[in-house]
């Protein structure tokens, strides 16, 4: 799989809007970017994906960089609940991965009240 | 409907111990993945099964293993535990529709320490 570079920590103020970054400079045509969330004490929840297009849903916004060498997930306004470890994941065919994931070190966001 | 469920959520083992570990998919989930989180190596793939096969294991010693029943529920056990094996065990679930966009669900995990 290829590697993503994420911060390893990042800080927000509650009810502001928050950038999360990651630069996957060796992504292929065909990887699709992943984020998922992991919460204090609970197991990693699915955020969104995206291909080549900026993707919206009811929790986040993807931002995909043209050439795809980076992305950037978007909390449009971060609550308390929002602080948690936030990965990045390059996901190649499924014929050769399957429902793996490959895990890096993510970015720890914490959120200031 | 449920999320994944896994039981026990914590246990205590002693060096040289087994320990088998359960996960509940959700209903109509057909693949169940495992992965342990420690605080050195983060969350490590251990193999998922789908259609009570392995189809992928990741790279850990033989002394962990896995199975799947044929409602889709799997176990994973640990043999000869070491201190090392200390961790969280996630179990994820999905459809396994075939498509790499899909969506993986994960349980609140089993806490394991060995002592």
């Known amino acids: 799989d290829a590697k993503t570079t994420q911060p390893n920590s990042m800080e927000s103020n509650e009810e502001e809007p928050v950038h999360l970054p990651c630069n996957h400079s060796?992504?292929?045509?065909?990887?699709?970017i992943h984020w998922y969330r992991q919460l204090p004490s609970q197991g990693p929840e699915y955020v969104i994906h995206?291909?080549?297009s900026n993707v919206n849903n009811r929790m986040a916004s993807l931002a995909i960089a043209e050439d795809r060498k980076s992305s950037t997930l978007i909390l449009h306004r971060a609550t308390l609940r929002d602080a948690a470890v936030y990965y990045c994941?390059?996901?190649?065919?499924?014929?050769?991965?399957?429902?793996?994931?490959?895990f890096g070190e993510g970015t720890q966001l914490t959120v200031n009240p | 409907k449920a999320g994944v469920t896994q039981t026990p959520r914590y246990l205590i083992k002693t060096r040289g111990q087994q320990v088998t570990l359960s996960c509940s998919p959700i209903?109509?989930?057909?693949?169940v993945s495992w992965y342990q989180q420690t605080p050195g190596q983060g969350l490590q793939f251990l193999f998922e099964?789908?259609?009570?096969?392995?189809?992928n294991k990741g790279n850990f010693p033989g002394r962990f293993s896995g199975r799947q029943f044929s409602n889709s529920r799997s176990e994973m056990n640990v043999s000869t535990l070491e201190l090392g094996d200390s961790a969280l065990y996630l179990c994820?679930?999905?459809?396994?529709?075939?498509?790499?966009?899909?969506?993986?669900?994960f349980g609140p995990g089993t806490r394991l320490l060995v002592l």
């Open positions: 994941i390059l996901r190649d065919s499924w014929e050769t991965s399957g429902s793996r994931l490959t």
């Open positions: 994820a679930s999905s459809v396994t529709s075939g498509k790499i966009q899909e969506t993986q669900y």
């Open positions: 995206g291909l080549t």
């Open positions: 099964y789908f259609s009570e096969t392995q189809r």
């Open positions: 209903s109509g989930h057909r693949s």
């Open positions: 060796t992504i292929s045509g065909t990887d699709y």
